[in-house]
C-alpha cells in the first residue's frame, strides 16, 4: 500500500515544487527577464560602490538613477 | 519632530501602496467572480471564492510571523528587490498602456470570454466544481499579489498588521461596491491606479534595496516621499515621449 502511495507522492511533490518555482519565474522575470538582470546588477554596483568604496552619495544616485534607466529601457524594449 | 513627520509619511505610503494593490487586484478577482455566479450559480461562485481567501489568509498567517524572524537588513534587501523588480513591471505595463503601444485591461471583455467559457463548459450540477474551481483560481491568483506585497511591505516597515488591515479594508470596499452595483468594475481607473501603484512599489522597493544594503538616505525615512516624485516624474515623461512617438509613428503611416 505504502510502496504504491511512494511515486504518487513524489509525483505530487514535484508538481507542488515545480508550480512553486513556475509563479516565482513568472512573477519575478516573465517577459521582462531586462528588469530583473538590471536590477540584480545594480544591486552588485550599488553594494560595491557602499562597501568597497565607501561612497554612500554615489550608491544612492547610482540606485535611483539606474532603476529610472531600467524603467526607460524595459519600456523602449516594450514598445516594439 | 522631522523623525515623526518622515515615520508618517513613511506610513502614508505603506498605507496607499497596500490599499491601492489591494483594489486593482480585487477589481480583477470580482470580474471572474460575478461571471461565474450570473452563469453557473451564486453558492459555487463564493465558496470557491471564500476557499481562496481562507487559502491566502493561511498564507499572510503562516509566512507574515516566519518573515519577521529574518534579521531587518537581509529582510528589507530582498523586500526591496522583489519590490523593485514587480514595481518596474507594474510601471512599464502602465506606460506602455498609457501610451497605447499595449491594449489597455478590458473587465467587460474579460467577463464575456469567462462567461463564454462558462457556458461552454456545460450543464450545471447542484454542487458546480467548475464554478467552484474558476472563482477558486480567480481570487486565488489574484490574491496572491495582495498577499506579496501585504508581506512585503508590512514586514519591512514592521506594520504587518496594519497591511493586513488595509488590504482587508480595500478587499470589503470593492466587494461591497461590486454587489452592490451587481457588475464588474469596469469603469474603475485601472490603468490609472496601476500607475499609482506602481511608482510606489517602485519607491519602496528603492528604498528598502538601499536599506538593505546600508546606504544612508538624505532625509531619512522622509525621502520615500521624495522617491515618489522622482519616479512620479519619470513615469509621467516617459508617458510624454512615448505618446509623441506614438503619434509620429500614426503620422508617418497616412
Same mark, same amino acid.
Given at each position: 500500500m505504502s510502496s504504491n502511495n511512494a511515486p504518487e507522492n513524489q509525483t505530487f511533490l514535484w508538481r507542488l515544487a515545480a508550480g512553486f518555482g513556475r509563479f516565482w519565474w513568472d512573477f519575478l522575470v516573465g517577459d521582462t527577464p531586462e528588469i530583473t538582470v538590471a536590477v540584480l546588477v545594480i544591486v552588485l554596483i550599488v553594494a560595491v560602490l &557602499?562597501?568597497?568604496a565607501h561612497a554612500n552619495d554615489a550608491a544612492y544616485a547610482t540606485l535611483v538613477v539606474s532603476s529610472v534607466g531600467t524603467l526607460a529601457l524595459s519600456v523602449a524594449r516594450g514598445r516594439k | 519632530m522631522i523623525a515623526t513627520t518622515s515615520t508618517a509619511s513613511a506610513t502614508a505610503v505603506l498605507v496607499g501602496a497596500v490599499f491601492l494593490t489591494a483594489t486593482v487586484e480585487m477589481v480583477e478577482a470580482l470580474t471572474i467572480v460575478l461571471a461565474v455566479g450570473h452563469t453557473r450559480g451564486w453558492r459555487s461562485a463564493l465558496e470557491g471564492a @471564500?476557499? +481562496?481567501? !481562507?487559502? !491566502? /489568509? +493561511? !498564507?499572510? /498567517?503562516?509566512? @507574515?510571523? *516566519?518573515?519577521?524572524?529574518?534579521p531587518l537588513t537581509s529582510l528589507r534587501l530582498i523586500v526591496g528587490v522583489v519590490l523593485l523588480i514587480f514595481g518596474l513591471q507594474w510601471l512599464r505595463k502602465a506606460i506602455l498602456r498609457s501610451s497605447g503601444y499595449k491594449a489597455k485591461r478590458d473587465e467587460d +471583455?474579460?467577463? &464575456?470570454? *469567462?462567461?463564454e467559457e462558462l457556458i461552454l463548459a456545460g450543464a450545471r450540477p447542484a454542487r458546480d466544481q467548475v464554478a467552484f474551481v474558476v472563482a477558486f483560481k480567480g481570487v486565488f491568483l489574484e490574491g496572491l499579489e495582495i498577499v506579496i506585497a501585504v508581506l512585503a511591505l508590512g514586514t519591512s516597515a514592521h506594520r504587518l498588521g496594519l497591511a493586513v488591515i488595509v488590504a482587508l479594508a480595500a478587499v470589503v470596499l470593492v466587494g461591497v461596491v461590486g454587489a452592490m452595483v451587481a457588475r464588474q468594475l469596469s469603469s474603475v481607473p485601472e490603468n490609472a491606479l496601476k500607475m499609482v501603484v506602481g511608482i510606489m512599489l517602485v519607491s519602496y522597493g528603492t528604498f528598502w534595496t538601499g536599506e538593505g544594503l546600508r546606504v544612508h538616505w538624505p532625509g531619512g525615512d522622509a525621502m520615500l516621499v521624495g522617491l515618489v516624485g522622482i519616479f512620479a516624474v519619470a513615469a509621467t515623461a516617459t508617458v510624454r515621449v512615448m505618446v509623441a512617438g506614438n503619434e509620429g509613428i500614426k503620422e508617418g503611416q497616412r
Open positions: &557602499r562597501d568597497v | @471564500g476557499v +481562496a481567501i !481562507l487559502v !491566502l /489568509g +493561511a !498564507l499572510v /498567517g503562516v509566512l @507574515g510571523p *516566519t518573515l519577521v524572524e529574518i +471583455a474579460i467577463y &464575456r470570454e *469567462t462567461v
